[in-house]
């Protein structure tokens, strides 16, 4: 073979073997696109999706808070989320500019903002604001900002604001309870997230919908005992008095009678739950004190000493007291009245509010019948309301008792009682002589609320009537300023020793007025119960302080309620004009409520 030939081969085999090496390349490439596309395409399309599709939480709807007449106290309001990618925000600084204006629109600060996009530089997700306005949101939305998109949100809105926070309270951002009934429900309250796939573009804005994965379970309603307008006039009427008074803080409740339904619970200091901007300069107005705060209850409790005086069989409603020379020593202590009150009835007693009478009472029954009925009322023991942070008072049964600490149990120190439990046990009487359980949520009209009968019928009705000489105009008692023209009153003033804890003592220039009572004595259909926490000025005592918001409370309530008078006109018109003529005496703790 001649070397030209040799040459012409080895050229051919060169050409055979590129033809073999591309023919075996485009054979892998071939078998390799029809493998993804045909045999495996699986996982190019599960990749694909991944930056496509996405499912979504579909938020949902928590349950309204009602009050007894189906208004509104808590409802949740559809709002827009403002959320960036930030590693696509990195990728367009050209929009930066445009970007940090419209946030200015939304009062979110660019410059702050930045620093966030930075420091989750790794992140896909951030808020930039949450829960806003849609209008609000548009004004971001409508630039078309790459890596920036809306989510669907609710935000809880309470409509009477401070007036009912404290029993309504709140729930954080996200819609879970953290204070009263909020937090009390708010399993009942939550509804259940939804999820829904969807499909984005690069910049995450929703394309469409592809499909829903789980429907969105709202959460349930909840009805509550309150009586939204009953609620306003109590809250507008303690504030005044609170306010006029320079007073610290006060609390009122008003109760159903038939079903021990809550129809006002208020509290001062109180704020706004829809702006919590200065929440934390507002730690006092957050308590519920009706609930949830503890006080001595001063000389209310001088109507459950007379209760049992008379159930001791030592003492008749005829009996008489001699409370010479207007103070009494026992042990160390001196126990005074404003002035001597000679030899007094029961009924006397009361209306007078003689600390004196009330010692000479205790001593004589010793402190068994005074324990046994503070607990028969509902003192020292819980509510049972389900309220967060509800308070059960204190009721100290000591192994041994002085003659002194005795003494000042029958007037009322030396235990505490919340607002709400003083309004429970005053309720008794109301109810003549049946103890029934309070609630903060609606009762059923149909079902009949069970009562146990604690104090019998003729013992609640002979109390109710030396309670009712408390407030009537002419009969010299401490509450007359509780006085309602239209209806008649029953009710016991208090005035109450601060104590201070700090120092471990009480403050003799501070107090606390209170007034507890009902109406109409007739057919009692509300009870009411005020404090008002160290009131500044010449005027500190329950009947001075207390007893005329009792009364303003009590009469809107009464028309509220549409509940007919029970005091003819001509005779409302003869104890009013005694009333206006009337000069209450000044006293101290010591001895009266004025």
């Known amino acids: 073979m001649s070397a030209r030939q040799i040459e012409k081969k080895q050229s051919n085999w060169r050409l055979y073997f590129v033809f073999i090496v591309m023919f075996s390349l485009l054979s892998v490439i071939a078998w390799k696109v029809m493998d993804l596309q045909v045999l495996n395409n699986e996982i190019l399309q599960v990749q694909g999706d991944a930056r496509t599709v996405r499912n979504d939480q579909i938020a949902a709807h928590r349950g309204n808070i009602l009050d007894r007449n189906g208004q509104p106290l808590a409802i949740s309001t559809p709002v827009q989320s403002l959320v960036l990618n ?19 629109t939304i009062d979110v600060n660019p410059d702050v903002l930045r620093n966030r996009i930075q420091e989750n530089s790794s992140r896909e997700f951030m808020f930039i604001k949450r829960r806003i306005p849609p209008a609000e949101a548009e004004r971001v939305l ?41 937090l009390a429900y708010d399993d009942w309250l939550e509804g259940t997230p939804g999820s829904k796939q969807v499909l984005k573009d690069r910049n995450g804005a929703i394309i469409s919908e592809v499909r829903i994965n789980q429907v969105a379970e709202p959460g349930n309603d909840l009805f509550l005992s309150i009586d939204s307008e009953i609620q306003f006039l ?13 007073a ?96 007094s009835t029961l009924q006397r007693i009361l209306s007078k509010s003689s600390q004196v009478g009330a010692s000479k009472l205790a001593l004589a029954m010793g402190q068994d019948p005074m324990l046994d009925i503070l607990k028969r009322v509902g003192f020292g023991q819980s509510l049972g309301t389900g309220f967060p942070g509800e308070s059960p008072g204190l009721l100290v049964d000591h ?83 509780a006085y309602i023209p239209t209806h008649r009153v029953a009710g016991k003033t208090g005035t109450a020793w601060y104590y201070d804890v700090q120092r471990g003592a009480y403050d003799d220039e501070n107090y606390i007025s209170l007034f507890a009572g009902f109406a109409p004595v007739s057919n009692p259909k509300i009870v009411t119960v005020v404090t008002i926490h160290e009131p500044q000025g010449e005027e500190y005592g329950g009947g001075q302080v207390a007893a005329p918001v009792f009364a303003n409370i009590t009469a809107g309530a009464l028309r509220i309620l549409n509940v007919p008078p029970d005091i003819i006109p001509k005779e409302a018109e003869e104890l009013s004009l005694k009333n206006s003529v009337l000069r209450p005496s000044l006293a101290g703790i010591s001895g009266g409520d004025q």
């Open 86 to 104: 930030p590693k696509e925000i990195i990728q367009h600084p050209e929009q930066w500019d445009q970007l940090a204006q419209a946030l200015l």
């Open 142 to 182: 409508r630039h078309g900002f790459n890596g920036i998109w809306a989510e669907e949100e609710y935000k809880r809105f309470y409509p009477l604001g401070e007036v009912a926070v404290h029993v309504v309270g709140m729930a954080n951002s996200d819609e879970v309870g953290q204070e009263g009934i909020e």
């Open 234 to 246: 109590a809250y507008k009427a303690l504030k005044e008095e609170v306010t006029r008074r320079y």
């Open 248 to 343: 610290q803080a006060g609390t009122a409740v008003v109760l159903n009678v038939e079903t021990g339904e809550i129809l006002a619970m208020v509290s001062q200091p109180s704020f706004n739950p829809n702006n919590r901007s200065n929440l934390s300069l507002q730690l006092d107005g957050l308590k519920n004190r009706a609930i949830a705060e503890s006080l001595e209850p001063g000389s209310t409790v001088k109507t459950f000493t007379v209760t049992a005086a008379l159930e001791s069989g030592l003492f008749n409603s005829e009996s008489i007291i001699d409370t010479n020379p207007g103070y009494i020593r026992i042990d160390r202590s001196t126990i005074r009245d404003p002035v001597n009150y000679g030899e």
């Open 399 to 481: 192994s041994r008792w002085s003659d002194s600490e005795i003494a000042t149990l029958a007037y009322g120190y030396g235990f505490q009682v919340s607002p709400l439990q003083l309004a429970q046990a005053y309720m008794i009487y109301a109810n003549s002589g049946i103890y029934k359980p309070v609630s903060l949520l609606k009762v059923d009209e149909t079902d009949e609320v069970p009562g146990v009968r604690v104090i019998s019928a003729e013992i609640a009705a002979s109390v109710t009537q030396m309670l009712e000489a408390v407030v009537t105009p002419g009969g010299g008692g401490t509450g007359t300023r």
